[in-house]
C-alpha cells in the first residue's frame, strides 16, 4: 500500500460532468429564488444571505439583489461559497424526493469499496459544499456510500487551485504528503498539491488536454 490516504475531486473525477452541469445545476437554478425567498428567514440560509451581502459589499441588498447575485454567479459556474452551501440545500430536497441519485463512474464505486477494504483513508475535495458532497455519496447511484469515506473538504479550507488549500488539508488530515495521493481532471488542481509532494493522478474521463501528471482513464488504473 503506497497511500495512507486518497483525495478525491468529484466533477469530471468520480462523476460525469454533465450530471453537475445538465442535471444539479440547471435544478439549483430552478428552485434557488423561490428556496430563498421562503427560507430567509431560516438562521442557515440567512446566514448565507449575510455572505452573499459581504461578498457583494453591500450589506443593504434586498432578497431579489441577493437572488439576482447568486444566479448570475450559477450561471458563470463561479465557486462562491455561499452560492455552493444554498445549492446543497436546494439540492436536498432533489435527492430526498428523489428527483435524481448521484452519479458515480461504476468504477469509482468497486475502487472506492477496494481502497477502504485494504485500510486506506478516503477524502473528497469538491468545490461544492459538504453537505452537497454527502448527499451525492448518499444518494449515488450504487446506494449510501458514505460509509466509504472519512471525511470531506469544500472552498471553506479555501480554493482548489490555491496550494494554501492543500497545506491547510495536510494539516488536518497530519499526514506527510508523499503518504497522499490526490485524483483530479483539471490540472490547475493537482499542480498546487504536486508542489506540496503530493502524489497526483489526472483523470481523463473525457476529452480534456493532459497535463504532465500520471494519467488513469478510470479508477482501476490507479496504483495505490
Ligand atoms: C458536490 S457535487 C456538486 C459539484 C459542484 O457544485 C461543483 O461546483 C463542482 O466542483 P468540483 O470541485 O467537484 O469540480
Ligand atoms: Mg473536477
Not at 14 to 34: G, K, W
Not at 74 to 82: N, R, V
Not at 152 to 163: C, S
Request: charged fraction near 15%; proline fraction near 4%.
Amino acid at each position: 500500500m503506497k497511500y495512507s490516504a486518497i483525495i478525491t475531486d468529484i466533477e469530471g473525477t468520480t462523476s460525469r460532468i454533465s450530471f453537475v452541469t445538465e442535471v444539479l445545476f440547471p435544478y439549483a437554478r430552478q428552485h434557488l429564488p423561490a428556496f430563498v425567498r421562503s427560507q430567509c428567514q431560516q438562521p442557515e440560509v440567512a446566514q448565507e444571505l449575510a455572505a452573499v451581502r459581504q461578498q457583494l459589499q453591500q450589506p443593504d441588498a434586498d432578497i431579489e439583489q441577493c437572488i439576482s447575485a447568486l444566479l448570475s454567479w450559477l450561471d458563470a459556474d463561479q465557486k462562491i461559497t455561499p452560492l455552493k452551501s444554498l445549492q446543497g440545500m436546494i439540492w436536498r430536497a432533489g435527492y430526498e424526493q428523489g428527483h435524481f441519485t448521484g452519479h458515480l463512474y461504476p468504477d469509482v464505486v468497486t475502487q472506492l469499496q477496494a481502497w477502504h477494504a485494504q485500510g486506506i483513508k478516503l477524502y473528497i475535495y469538491s468545490s461544492g459544499s459538504v453537505a452537497a458532497q454527502q448527499l451525492l455519496f448518499k444518494y449515488s447511484d450504487a446506494g449510501d456510500l458514505t460509509p466509504l469515506l472519512s471525511g470531506y473538504f469544500d472552498t471553506r479550507i479555501g480554493a482548489k487551485r490555491e496550494l494554501a488549500s492543500y497545506a491547510a488539508i495536510l494539516q488536518q488530515l497530519q499526514l506527510p504528503p508523499n503518504q497522499v495521493l490526490f485524483l483530479s481532471d483539471v490540472v490547475a488542481e493537482l499542480d498546487p498539491a504536486r508542489e506540496l509532494g503530493i502524489a497526483t493522478v489526472q483523470l481523463i474521463r473525457e476529452q480534456q488536454a493532459a497535463g504532465d501528471h500520471a494519467i488513469a482513464h478510470d479508477f482501476s488504473q490507479i496504483e495505490a
